[in-house]
């Protein structure tokens, strides 16, 4: 589960870093865009309006009367179609000053507002402005002095709709946008695809690692990208290397074991062929070092195995070997030893021979305490193999079966046995991460409850 969300994380930050960079990266660049053609349009805008009022400019005249007048009408249609949003203006400025004076069709029986700002000769001001029908204009005004000897100051003015500028703006954003998103759509799609596709290698890494876990496989198979290739030699090294030291620990305790064995058997016999006290002391002796050289060997094997990852044991055929053993073993009993729901995919992630010791001495102690039965049972849950192992004996107290831990502790001194039973147990539990628990089974009697890591 914690691999999993760890690689559920890191897509999950690869995703969310990229769709920050592409979305920072669209905002900037549409931003920009906008304001650019914002810009351009702005310009085209009142360059128009400029060649509207060189226009009028260059038409204006005073006639024989001093009156104003155009020689020939302006050139753009819009100006003669009442409130058509294109407008111009001439007022006369001084003493006598006049609004309106003269005035395009399109303004019909207005006038236009303008501010008294007072620009100079021949200087152009732009201003913002309310139209006749209530819109907002954009004004641009110029003071001219005809050139006739009368010296009246004349302000030539031109105006158009805003909405003529800004509604190509709102366009260009509105199709702006759409592009935008589709172009966001589009890169979130790809990065998408580039991190799946680039993470593939990690997630086939993933699950070869959990096939060597499980005891599936021994190294890593298969080519990886450059970028991983690197990690997979060096993994398959350090199994390879965590390998050859266990075999080499086996191989070690086996000598061990053979050459120490050899000596106490060869003991053993002379004492056996032999009488009194000393002969018995050296058999019992005897019988102890080689249940301690058992004992210890037991423990240096499982310490090295618990090193070896993709270690397996199928639980059901070590436990059917075990019944069959016990039913020889306590066949004067006429005992019923039962294998009760156990899945046939449960294993232990652990040695063999390691499990049968465990689960020989459990076994066959509820069966040297056992009145009818025994029943063995296991279930899978959370990563754990839990291994029940019933009989319908007289139980154990519960302030009582924490001692039963104890190096050759036993619950009575006339059951044969020596007292290093559950200790193995307890020992080689807790060297693989798991343990043992004592309790009451259902029929009144002993339950050993073996908890181990599941494959």
């Given at each position: 589960m914690s691999r999993m969300s760890a690689q559920g994380s890191l897509r999950a930050r690869l995703l969310a870093g990229s769709l920050v960079w592409i979305l920072a990266a669209l905002t900037a660049t549409g931003f920009v865009l906008a304001d650019l053609f914002r810009e351009h349009v702005t310009e085209r805008f009142e360059a128009e309006l400029r060649i509207h009022l060189d226009q009028l400019t260059a038409n204006v005249e005073f006639g024989a009367d001093a009156i104003p007048r155009l020689r020939a009408e302006l050139s753009d249609p819009r100006l003669r179609k009442p409130l058509s949003g294109l407008y111009w203006q001439v007022d006369r400025e001084g003493g006598d000053a006049v609004r309106g004076v003269l005035r395009s069709r399109s303004l019909w029986d207005t006038t236009l507002d303008v501010p008294s700002d007072g620009p100079g000769d021949g200087e152009v001001h732009v201003?913002?402005?309310?139209?006749?029908?209530?819109?907002?204009?954009?004004?641009?005004?110029?003071?001219v002095r005809l050139d006739d000897g009368a010296a009246v100051p004349l302000r030539l003015i031109v105006a158009a709709d805003e909405r003529a500028m800004k509604s190509p703006?709102?366009?260009?954003?509105?199709?702006?946008?759409?592009?935008?998103?589709?172009?966001?759509?589009?890169?979130?799609?790809?990065?998408?695809?580039?991190?799946?596709?680039?993470?593939?290698?990690?997630?086939?890494?993933?699950?070869?690692?959990?096939?060597?876990?499980?005891?599936?496989?021994?190294?890593?198979?298969?080519?990886?990208?450059?970028?991983?290739?690197?990690?997979?030699?060096?993994?398959?090294?350090?199994?390879?290397?965590?390998?050859?030291?266990?075999a080499r620990a086996r191989t070690q305790a086996g000598n061990l074991a053979h050459a120490i064995k050899t000596p106490l058997a060869v003991l053993g016999n002379a004492a056996m062929r032999e009488e009194g006290a000393l002969a018995r002391l050296v058999t019992d002796q005897v019988a102890t070092a080689q249940r301690q050289v058992d004992y210890h060997l037991a423990r240096a094997r499982a310490a090295a195995?618990?090193?070896?990852?993709?270690?397996?044991?199928?639980?059901?055929?070590?436990v059917e070997g075990?019944?069959?053993?016990?039913?020889?073993?306590?066949?004067?009993?006429?005992?019923?030893?039962?294998?009760?729901?156990?899945?046939?995919?449960?294993a232990f992630r652990g040695e063999e021979q390691d499990l049968q010791e465990m689960l020989g001495n459990l076994i066959d102690n509820a069966c040297k305490w056992a009145r009818h039965a025994v029943r063995v049972a296991?279930?899978?849950?959370?990563?754990?193999?839990?291994?029940?192992?019933?009989?319908?004996?007289?139980?154990?107290?519960?302030?009582?079966?924490?001692?039963?831990?104890?190096?050759?502790?036993?619950?009575?001194?006339?059951?044969?046995?020596?007292?290093?039973?559950?200790?193995?147990?307890?020992?080689?539990?807790?060297?693989?991460?798991?343990?043992?628990?004592?309790?009451?089974?259902?029929?009144?009697?002993?339950?050993a409850s073996l908890i181990l890591p599941a494959a």
């Open positions: 201003h913002a402005v309310s139209g006749p029908d209530g819109e907002r204009l954009v004004m641009m005004e110029r003071i703006v709102r366009e260009f954003v509105g199709l702006l946008v759409i592009a935008m998103g589709v172009l966001a759509a589009g890169l979130v799609t790809a990065v998408m695809l580039q991190v799946s596709i680039g993470l593939a290698p990690l997630k086939r890494l993933s699950a070869q690692l959990a096939e060597i876990r499980d005891g599936r496989s021994r190294r890593l198979e298969g080519a990886f990208p450059n970028e991983v290739q690197p990690l997979v030699d060096e993994l398959n090294a350090v199994l390879s290397h965590d390998a050859e030291v266990v195995a618990t090193q070896v990852p993709g270690l397996r044991t199928a639980l059901r055929p070590a075990l019944v069959r053993v016990m039913q020889r073993v306590h066949a004067e009993r006429n005992l019923r030893i039962a294998i009760e729901a156990m899945p046939d995919d449960a296991a279930v899978v849950r959370d990563g754990e193999v839990e291994i029940m192992i019933d009989d319908d004996g007289p139980g154990l107290p519960t302030d009582a079966r924490d001692a039963m831990f104890a190096r050759g502790a036993r619950a009575d001194e006339e059951v044969p046995g020596s007292g290093l039973g559950l200790g193995i147990v307890r020992d080689l539990a807790q060297l693989y991460g798991g343990r043992i628990e004592l309790g009451q089974a259902p029929d009144g009697g002993l339950r």
